[in-house]
């Protein structure tokens, strides 16, 4: 079965400073790599989302960084406020756009003020 | 903007009865998804659904699950006879192209008691 590891499974960072949330997948069967943004009671949201072909993609203070060769890929949160304080899920979607979409475990994230 | 709309917001049912929890997607998107998330764990695919029928369903979508779409704009997912384990967010998605970008509502909280 595919998966995709996401890490860590929570994240506790001083408001100003980076978050780096990590995940991993199994095969080379997925060629569209979004992260996707859930706050309390909400529906997750699109956050970014970046294709194998480039290794980086950046969308203000939101960076994906993508390993093709690791087959890893990671959100960075620059200058990290409280706001962004939410649960952060990757996901994979599969080349068979017959088959479903993967989502990690998610990562709780909390911005100290 | 557009949005994916869901209702209830939370339903709270006895042991087998039976729950409908509706959707309506984004007006012009055809590929229409049900996910669920158990407090504090992940989101699970249920069923996708595109063209009027089941494009694929997980595990967990067994017989007690239907969905369907019973006119232009409507969405529903149905639960003949709920256990206490289905007590979950269910969450409606919607997207216009087979991508990574799902649009989500903003969920049906199902409590089974």
């Known amino acids: 079965q595919q998966q995709v590891k996401q890490s860590p499974q929570s994240l506790i960072v001083q408001k100003g400073g980076i978050s780096i949330i990590n995940c991993a997948y199994e095969?080379?069967?997925?060629?569209?790599f979004p992260w996707y943004q859930q706050f309390p009671g909400k529906g997750p949201a699109l956050l970014i989302a970046?294709?194998?072909?480039?290794s980086e993609k950046k969308e203000g203070r939101f960076t994906i960084s993508f390993n093709k060769s690791a087959k890893q890929f990671s959100l960075h949160i620059m200058d990290s406020q409280p706001g962004d304080s939410a649960t952060y899920f990757c996901?994979?979607?599969?080349?068979?756009?017959?088959?479903?979409?993967?989502f990690g475990k998610g990562t709780r994230l909390h911005i100290l003020p | 903007e557009p949005e994916v709309t869901q209702t209830p917001s939370h339903q709270v049912t006895q042991m087998g009865q039976e729950v409908i929890l509706r959707c309506v997607p984004i007006?012009?998107?055809?590929?229409f998804y049900w996910y669920r998330q158990i407090l504090g764990q992940k989101v699970e695919f249920l069923v996708s659904f595109y063209n009027n029928e089941i494009s694929e369903k997980s595990e967990i979508f067994d017989d007690q699950f239907s969905v369907e779409r019973p006119d232009g704009s409507n969405f529903t997912l149905k639960i003949r006879s709920t256990k206490l384990e289905d007590s979950a967010m269910y969450f409606c998605?919607?997207?216009?192209?087979?991508?990574?970008?799902?649009?989500f509502g903003e969920g049906s909280r199902l409590t089974v008691l």
């Open positions: 007006s012009n998107h055809l590929y």
């Open positions: 998605a919607s997207n216009r192209e087979i991508t990574g970008e799902l649009f």
């Open positions: 095969n080379t069967a997925f060629d569209y």
């Open positions: 996901a994979a979607t599969p080349f068979n756009r017959d088959d479903k979409i993967i």
């Open positions: 970046i294709r194998p072909d480039v």
